[in-house]
C-alpha cells in the first residue's frame, strides 16, 4: 500500500479511537466534585450548576454534585422531579446563546409503581411562555404516549434518531406562577441510558413546525416520575451529566470549574494524528527504499 494510503488508514484509527473517547461518559459509575443534598422541594446552585427538586407527597430527596451528576431518589411520591444543568437569565433566545447539547448516563434501581416518566432534556422559555421536553427514555414500563398533548406533529428524525413530537396548551404552575402556557414535547422511539442530545437540533424542528420558543430560562437533565393511584418509589441516578454550549467542533462547557470534553477530545484527536504522521515521515525518510507495507 502506497506511503499517503497508509497515513489515512491510520489517521483514520486514530479518529475512531476518539470517537470511542468521547463516549467515555457512559462508562461513567460514580459522581464528582462537592455535593449538596436536599429533603425538600427547592430550587438552587451548586458552583455554576443549577438544579431543582420538586416532588408531591412521599419521603424523597436529591443529591446534585458540583460537576453536574446527580441522584433522585422517591418514595411513594404522587409525582417526583429532579434536575441539574444551565440556569438562564430569560434575557437571551437559543440562537442568541448559541448550540445547546447535552451528555447524560442514567442508572435505574428498584423502580416501582411509576404510571408516567420523563428522562431527558427539560426546561422554560419566557415571552411566550413555553415549557419543554426533550424525552429520551422512561422510568415506566410504557412510553409516554399520544396523552401528553393535544396535538400530534407526527415522527421526525433529530439527530440521527426518530422521535414523535406533540404541542400542549394548558393552565396550571409555572415559573411566573399559575397561567397558561405552552408545553413542547420531542419523545424518542427507542429509550436509551446514555447518550448526547443535541438540544438545538430539537428547538430547530420545532420552528419549522411553528412551535415558538422564547428566550431561555433553562436547560437541565430531568428525572420525573409519577403514579395516578399509588405512591411511586425507587432511583434515577445520573452518574454523568452535563449541559453545554457549543459552536461547530469547538464546544464550550457551560459550567467554567469543569473541564471542555469536546475541545479536550478534539485536541487529543489532533495531537495523535499529528504524532503518527511525524513518525511515519520520519520512517519514510530513513527508508530509501520505501518499504512501508500493509
Not at 412551535?211 to 437533565?221: L, S, W
Request: proline share 2%; net charge negative; aromatic share 14%.
Amino acid at each position: 500500500m502506497k506511503y499517503s494510503k497508509f497515513i489515512n488508514l491510520l489517521l483514520s484509527l486514530a479518529s475512531s479511537v476518539c470517537i470511542v473517547k468521547a463516549q467515555d461518559f457512559c462508562t461513567a459509575t460514580g459522581h464528582q466534585g462537592e455535593s449538596i443534598k436536599e429533603t425538600s422541594c427547592k430550587y438552587g446552585n451548586i458552583g455554576d450548576i443549577g438544579y431543582e427538586i420538586w416532588f408531591d407527597g412521599g419521603e424523597n430527596s436529591a443529591t446534585f454534585y458540583s460537576d453536574g451528576s446527580f441522584t433522585c431518589e422517591f418514595k411513594n411520591s404522587k409525582d417526583y422531579l429532579c434536575r441539574s444543568g444551565l440556569s438562564f437569565d430569560s434575557t437571551q433566545t437559543h440562537d442568541q446563546i448559541g448550540h445547546l447539547y447535552a451528555d447524560f448516563k442514567l442508572v435505574k434501581q428498584s423502580i416501582s409503581n411509576v404510571d408516567y416518566s420523563y428522562v431527558g432534556i427539560y426546561g422554560w422559555t419566557q415571552e411566550p411562555l413555553v415549557e419543554y421536553y426533550v424525552v429520551d427514555n422512561w422510568l415506566s414500563q410504557y412510553r409516554p404516549g399520544d396523552w401528553v398533548g393535544n396535538v400530534k406533529h407526527g415522527d421526525f428524525t433529530i439527530d440521527g434518531a426518530e422521535y414523535t413530537i406533540y404541542e400542549n396548551e394548558r393552565y396550571g404552575p409555572s415559573i411566573v406562577g399559575d397561567t397558561n402556557f405552552k408545553q413542547f414535547f420531542s419523545i424518542r422511539k427507542e429509550p436509551r441510558d446514555c447518550g448526547t442530545i443535541d438540544i438545538t437540533a430539537h428547538f430547530e424542528k420545532w420552528a419549522e413546525l411553528g412551535m415558538k420558543m422564547g428566550k431561555m430560562y433553562e436547560a437541565k437533565v430531568l428525572g420525573e416520575a409519577g403514579s395516578v393511584n399509588s405512591g411511586t418509589s425507587g432511583t434515577a441516578d445520573f452518574p454523568y451529566a452535563k449541559v453545554y454550549i457549543g459552536s461547530g467542533g469547538n464546544n464550550t462547557s457551560g459550567n467554567s470549574n469543569t473541564d471542555n470534553e469536546n475541545d479536550k477530545n478534539n485536541n487529543d484527536n489532533k495531537n495523535i494524528e499529528n504524532e503518527i504522521e511525524n513518525l511515519i515521515k520520519n520512517e519514510y525518510n530513513n527508508n530509501n527504499n520505501n518499504k512501508i507495507y500493509i
